[in-house]
């Protein structure tokens, strides 16, 4: 494999309004804490927050884009929710990798997004398999 301890793979994304109500509708997740302004505002974060599986998928668009010419499996993902994203925030998620086993073409990753203050609001592990 081509793939070595410490590789990093990242992609940054603004979140908007429009990209919280649209993981809404696909996904049919419409708790209020991210789509209603006068709920959010009594809620400790005073703001509507992004789903935190935003960030997940986030993580897979990373992953499926990077390791495009390698095609993968997606065999499993940790997600730990550190801190909110809000609208307006300016998404990095890297995804750097910590062990290789070749002779089973897996690969695990440290995953991890960061916002504009380069603050973690997740941390995680993915483990993927390169199909040969």
Same mark, same amino acid.
């Given at each position: 494999?081509?793939?070595?301890?410490?590789?990093?793979?990242?992609?940054?994304?603004?979140?908007?309004?429009?990209?919280?109500?649209?993981?809404?509708?696909?996904?049919? *997740?419409?708790?209020?804490?991210?789509? *209603?302004?006068?709920?959010?505002?009594?809620?400790?974060?005073?703001?509507?927050?992004?789903?935190?599986?935003? &960030?997940?998928?986030?993580? &897979?668009?990373?992953?499926? $884009?990077?390791?495009?010419?390698?095609?993968?499996? $997606?065999? &499993?993902?940790?997600?730990?929710?550190?801190?909110?994203?809000?609208?307006? *925030?300016?998404?990095?998620?890297?995804?750097?990798?910590?062990?290789?086993?070749? *002779?089973?073409?897996?690969?695990?990753?440290?995953?991890?997004?960061?916002?504009?203050?380069?603050?973690?609001?997740?941390?995680?592990?993915?483990?993927?398999?390169?199909?040969?």
């Amino acid at each position: 494999m081509d793939i070595k301890i410490g590789d990093k793979f990242s992609n940054t994304r603004e979140i908007t309004d429009e990209l919280i109500r649209a993981f809404a509708k696909l996904s049919g *997740d419409h708790n209020p804490i991210h789509l *209603d302004e006068e709920f959010a505002a009594k809620t400790q974060f005073g703001k509507r927050i992004a789903h935190g599986m935003l &960030s997940g998928a986030f993580i &897979s668009a990373v992953l499926g $884009y990077e390791f495009q010419e390698r095609k993968i499996v $997606y065999l &499993s993902q940790t997600m730990k929710f550190i801190a909110p994203v809000f609208i307006g *925030d300016t998404i990095t998620t890297t995804a750097t990798v910590a062990r290789v086993r070749e *002779d089973k073409g897996i690969v695990i990753l440290e995953t991890i997004c960061t916002n504009q203050n380069d603050e973690v609001t997740l941390k995680g592990e993915a483990i993927v398999m390169i199909l040969t």
